[in-house]
């Protein structure tokens, strides 16, 4: 074997790993993206999963600039985190821990002190709407209860668009 034909085999060797290099690396962001898109949807199906029985049972809310309230006729009993049919205040908040945005649900009934639970991490806002007027979205201000709820979850990352969903309570 030549020096030339040595050289062209460490040539093809060369671009062989350097294929195979761009494909395993295609293969492990396909695999970040996939696991990324994963997590996206076990939180939103958790943030609904809480959201729904407060929303269902509610009275009046208000959105707020970092969340919302609702009066609700539903509360989480602390110990066992059953629903009990228990008049609270349920405030649904993002607050900011290390640049990251955290969401928590604090509910108050009566003279109980208030319950704290963490929601999930990367969301910077939540929204509700009533779905019959979508285009109004008003702050601070208390309204009735919609029968038909449009949530909308606003996430921190960039790439993440906001995810909606809509709720008939009756």
Same mark, same amino acid.
């Given at each position: 074997m030549t020096l030339v034909e040595l050289l062209a085999a460490l040539a093809i060797v060369s671009m062989l790993m350097?294929? !195979?290099? !761009?494909v395993v690396t295609g293969v492990t962001r396909v695999g970040r993206l996939s696991q990324r898109q994963d997590e996206l949807q076990s939180l939103q199906a958790g943030v609904r =999963? &809480? &959201?729904e029985p407060d929303l269902i049972h509610a009275r009046r809310y208000r959105n707020t600039t970092d969340g919302?309230?609702?009066e609700t006729l539903s509360a989480l009993a602390p110990q066992s985190l059953q629903r009990k049919h228990w008049p609270a205040v349920v405030t649904y908040q993002t607050r900011q821990i290390d640049d990251q945005p955290w969401l928590f649900r604090t509910q108050v009934v009566g003279a109980m002190p208030p319950v704290r639970q963490l929601v999930g991490g990367g969301i910077s806002n939540v929204d509700l709407q009533d779905a019959s007027l979508p285009d109004v979205l008003?702050?601070?201000l208390w309204g009735p209860a919609p029968e038909v709820w449009l949530v909308t979850i606003h996430f921190s990352d960039a790439d993440r =668009?906001?995810?909606r969903f809509v709720l008939q309570t009756k």
């Open positions: 350097v294929a !195979s290099m !761009s =999963q &809480l &959201l919302f309230e609702i008003d702050y601070d =668009q906001p995810k």
